[in-house]
């Protein structure tokens, strides 16, 4: 297996630029995903590092070799398509084995590193069936099959899960992951689907219009978000936003918001007088009677193991809280909010950008740890 490193890659179709300056390193064996909303340029990121698709500059490394202008059949890498595209003529051993076959290797190599793969994805037993009668998650399993054994350096997944339904997806969501922890395979995987994104990845690039605005793992992209999209992209239901005026001096651990005093991590850069966002999301708002930040009950969802309360608070923003299901509010009840201070975001409004609080630092340790 081997790194995969990407120098300013830039891709522009006519005058659309649709991946701007982006730099990432997927490191040996890491499970990377680029994750965003439809068209923000994963595939295309996808497609420069497989050599579908050439850069218009930057560089894209694998191991050492610089592969940026190397055709697709020359980078010792496996692209994984929707994984429903087997050969349907062709039984499941066939469909394995056709990239060795294509590759002209001996038949006793190929038939070794066929068996290999099959007892990897426990497909053991339908080697000798067609694929048309397969399920879906077998022909996907299949797919898997053909991709892993070539042994490539690197796997690249496209949305493989997308056409599942959820339940589905979860499962597969999970035994994709157990494949990545046999395999250890350095494996780019591009979804929209965040839920996706953070049960399987180690590195998480988000992007939003060709640009990456910030990689990390889950937890650190959850916890410590880098702006506001970021925020708002991940985690469901997502973050709330609640807006205020302030200037604010390095070290403040409080900001007003209407009658309220809300504390948040000391603030770690001077803020000039401007339009601000606080940032908390729902199951770190709690309900406290005597907190002058009163809300409305606009509604309730019950959940299961939750609850989701919907609330307008006196300066008309709404947000949403994740309370135990024993929460007993309801529709136009008047109710007081306080937030986990530790928890909480601050952005600039304007920029989007997250302003430098206390919190970074545990961000930098987590990051610290993350990267070895
Ligand atoms: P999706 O999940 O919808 O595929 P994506 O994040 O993968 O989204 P890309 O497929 O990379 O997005 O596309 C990014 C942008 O580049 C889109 O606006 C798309 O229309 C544009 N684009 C992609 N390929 C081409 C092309 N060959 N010619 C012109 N524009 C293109």
Redesign the pocket.
Known sequence: MAEIRVQNLHKA?AD?T?VKDSSFTVRDGDFFCLL?P????????LRMIAGLELPTSGQIFLGDEDVSFKRASARDIAFVFQMFALYPHMNVRKNIAFPLVSQGLPRAQIDAAVEQAARTLQITALLDKPVSGLSSGDRQRVALGRAIVRQPLAFLMD?PLGALDAEFREQMCRELRALHDRLHATTVY?T?DQMEAMAMADTIAI?NQGVIEQLGAPREVYERPASVFVADFVGAPSMNFLPFDAALASGASAVQIGPAQIEVPALREDISARALLCGVRPEHVRFAEASPLRAEVLGTEYLGTSRVVTLRTGQGATLRAKVEVTTGVQRGDHVGLAFDATAVSLFDKASGRALRTARDDVALTMRARHHG
């Open positions: 179709f659309f649709a965003g439809s068209g923000c340029g994963k595939t295309t990121t949305e591009v929209h992007m």
